[in-house]
């Protein structure tokens, strides 16, 4: 038996598994371009935990730095596919009435796969997949463990700048979302039965090489 | 075809982490966190190491084998906090310390645990001293670890085992447990047999640790 939420996470998996099936098989696999990207900037997150014991607090993320590398195939005209590992370190505090303190620091990496859609005047928009790791030491939240990895999605919005130097190192800004569900086994022991939606953003520089044109 | 399979991907995806996980109940508490002065005001003391005190700083007596137990004892209690409530280490400088952790006499010799019981072979004592206001502490807490000898004689391994035991028992108290539980499952149980925290013990001190003190801690 599947409960709603199982259920509605198979439902995604599953629609993303068929958009990719119509889209990820190239017209002319011959045509396919491969380039790199490398993509820097920083990212905010929200709450990975909300709790209660006297008075309410968080447990969040600082704002912290992103580091990303791609790896794009161009598919048929005006689509690309990708294959990203996006590393985040960052510190973690416990905001509560009265202050914000530090409790420690975690790094998340995530592996996506991507599809980007090209439009004109340089703009594109990448919907992904993937899934999600924080690694920390074995203390606090992650006391038990960090749970293994975590399902993700992304959407992001990428526009390249239209200037001569630019265009040679395919730099692009990029406006980046992602959302997964956070919770540790040490959470679970604690009580908390499901997990909590974690949603962060970013803002990034990315160069590439290889590829030719953008498709 | 397409794009409305993307956007609806993306929609899916962002609709479906929307809920929030409710907060779990706490039952369970024990009503020792705290101790009252029986005074004419009803005054309430409580004690805990604020956020800006962190990391207590222990000091253990240099002989036998209380480094180990002070280091492990603190370990225990860290580990009890989800949220970084504490943070504990062990220092080389007394005067530079919160706690300070000593032998009362004999110092027991250092031997792997035996797992036969003997609760009573070892004891501990935790004192405060209170400034004339008795709203913050004058100085560091002292904790004294000492063998007794007045019941059945112990093995040095069930000696080393009941240090064990008290040696987090005494610490918890040094952290603001100040008194007693009336449970043996709990290790702050007046004569403990428990080997660790029980799950009492940890909201107890978690709940603690989100508390408003009274007693403020003695300076720096």
Redesign the interface.
Known sequence: MLDGRTA??A??TA??V??LG??AIPSDPLSAQVSVHVAAGVRYSSAL???????P?D?KPTLAPALLVSVRDGLRPG?SADVTLDVAPSG?R?Q?TG?S????SFTAIAVTVG?R?HFGAGAS?R?G?GGLRYAASQ???F?EGSGGIIPL???AATYALPLSFARRRQMEIEARYD???F?TP??RT????????VHRMAILLRIGWGGGTTP | ???R??A???G???L???????????LGVNPFADTVIIAADTTVTLFRWP?TRLPVRFWADPRGNMRFLVERAVAVW??Q?????LRGVVVSDSTAADVLVRWRDSVPPDVPPDTIPAPNSCGGITTFDYDSSGLALAGPVHISLTVLTGGSPASPGQLQACMRRVSIHELGHSLGLLRHSLFDGDIMYGSPIADYPSVYDRRTV??LY??QPTVQPPPQ
């Open positions: 509605g996470r439902g995604v629609l993303l068929a958009c119509l889209i935990v909300h709790d209660s014991v006297v008075t607090f447990l689509w973690l416990r509560e202050g303190f530090d409790v420690g599809l859609r928009a919907v997949v203390s606090g939240v006391r999605g992304t959407v959302v997964h569900q919770i040490a959470l604690e009580g908390f039965r499901s997990g909590r939606p | 075809m397409t794009p399979c993307a609806a991907l993306a899916a995806l962002v479906g982490a929307c809920n929030d996980p409710a907060i779990p109940s706490r956020a860290q580990y906090f989800l949220y970084g409530e978690e709940m989100h508390s």
